[in-house]
Nanobody, 127 residues
Framework: QVQLLESGGGLVQAGGSLRLSCAAS????????MGWFRQAPGKDREFVAA???????YYAESVKGRFTISRDNDKNTVYLQMNRLKPEDTTVYYC?????????????????????WGQGAPVTVSS
């Protein structure tokens, strides 16, 4: 089992920055891809960004150029640097983990493609 713990959420003014962290513990060798999603009340979980240990990174169009996903192998942590934040970025952000098997198709945009989830980190961007 893999446990994921998000941190770094909070309140920021529009145009500001936040960095979310997602620390993995437990059987961390059971993941080789992680992603960030966000979900507002009553809405579907929305893809934000993902990274594979092979080096591929993926971004939603709405955050491309503003958000950057990265990882620190030594700390088993994935980060989401969020710059030029907008009020519409306000919601709860979740990180997910997955073991993508060789030769198996994986869609980083699909939240069903993740086996492990954190508890969420709320982000509020004031106008």
């Amino acid at each position: 089992q893999v446990q994921l713990l998000e941190s770094g959420g909070g309140l920021v003014q529009a145009g500001g920055s936040l960095r979310l962290s997602c620390a993995a513990s437990g059987r961390t060798f059971s993941t080789n891809a992680m992603g960030w999603f966000r979900q507002a009340p009553g809405k579907d979980r929305e893809f934000v960004a993902a990274v594979r240990w092979t080096g591929g990174t993926y971004y939603a169009e709405s955050v491309k150029g503003r958000f950057t996903i990265s990882r620190d192998n030594d700390k088993n942590t994935v980060y989401l640097q969020m710059n030029r934040l907008k009020p519409e970025d306000t919601t709860v952000y979740y990180c997910g983990g997955r073991m993508v098997l060789p030769g198996v198709y994986w869609d980083p945009n699909d939240n069903r493609g993740y086996d492990y989830w954190g508890q969420g980190a709320p982000v509020t961007v004031s106008s």
